[in-house]
């Protein structure tokens, strides 16, 4: 198996570090991990692309470059600079440091690689670590995902829904903020909503006397519905979430027509 890692906490993130041992695994030994990564931290760049200037791309070391672009670029640096055509199997970007449920989605570099990797057909998996006290008090704090990882890649490739849609299906998977000994099991939930916090900005005065402004997140242990992404995680375990790229609101299309005439 050929895989493509990437992720949006920089080349040097722990995360990745994580993630390659994982993706070695998978791959076995006839197999082949090819790392393309951004070559500074990408995180809340969504799936932003680099279309109006050049990057620089850098070899690293053997199937490891470094890219001066978001992780959406990544990809495509990977699949049409790098790997020659030579499309990989399966696509994983992560493992974010940090959550990447419910509103966090639509602001994620880690889902904004994935993304990329469905609209070109390929078979993607997003991956994050949820942080939190517990996670805080380990020596490992990626211990959930360097765990539980490979299993959740397995069985969503064995028995998860793959499909050739134009805006086929990707994967976003949460490890909850627990030791590993402590995951409770793999939900299937959908993409929730934290209703009591939202991200904002805080100004500061810098010595010269200019104001500059910090994008500032909220809580990030606030519950999502029951059932739902964030909520299971707190609940100690690992979500599951199909994806699609359409953000079309399908619920309210005929509701509209009848609407407009």
């Known amino acids: 198996m050929r895989i493509l890692i990437t992720n949006d906490d920089g080349i040097n993130a722990p995360g990745l570090e994580v993630l390659t041992a994982i993706a070695t695994d998978l791959a076995?030994?006839?197999?082949?991990v090819w790392t393309v990564a951004p070559a500074f931290e990408q995180s809340g760049v969504g799936h932003c692309i680099s279309y109006t200037h050049p990057m620089m791309i850098a070899k690293l070391?053997?199937?490891?470059?470094?890219?001066e672009g978001?992780?959406?670029d990544c990809v495509l640096a990977a699949l049409y600079d790098v790997l020659q055509g030579a499309k990989p199997d399966l696509v994983l970007s992560g493992v974010n440091r940090g959550n990447n449920a419910a509103e966090n989605v639509l602001y994620s570099g880690t889902i904004g690689g994935a993304m990329e990797a469905a609209l070109q057909g390929l078979p993607a998996i997003a991956l994050s670590q949820f942080m939190g006290p517990d996670t805080a008090e380990l020596d490992d704090p990626f211990e959930a995902a360097r765990v539980h990882g490979g299993a959740v890649i397995r069985a969503l490739l064995d028995k998860g829904l793959w499909d050739t849609e134009d805006y086929r299906l990707f994967y976003n998977v949460?490890?909850?903020p627990v030791a590993a000994a402590q995951v409770a099991g793999t939900r299937v939930a959908p993409q929730g909503f934290r209703r009591d916090t939202a991200f904002s900005v805080e100004p500061h005065m810098s010595p010269s006397g200019r104001k500059f402004l910090w994008i500032k997140g909220g809580p990030q242990q606030?519950?999502?519905l029951p059932g739902t992404d964030a909520a299971v995680n707190l609940q100690g375990?690992?979500?599951v979430t199909p994806m699609r790229a359409d953000l079309t609101a399908h619920d309210r299309l005929a509701e509209l027509q009848a609407a407009l005439g």
């Not at 076995?28 to 082949?32: H, K, S």
């Not at 070391?61 to 890219?67: G, I, K, M, V, Y």
């Open 28 to 32: 076995g030994p006839e197999g082949e």
């Open 61 to 67: 070391a053997p199937r490891r470059f470094a890219a």
């Open 70 to 72: 978001s992780p959406a």
């Open 174 to 176: 949460n490890f909850p």
């Open 222 to 224: 606030s519950p999502t």
């Open 237 to 239: 375990f690992i979500s």
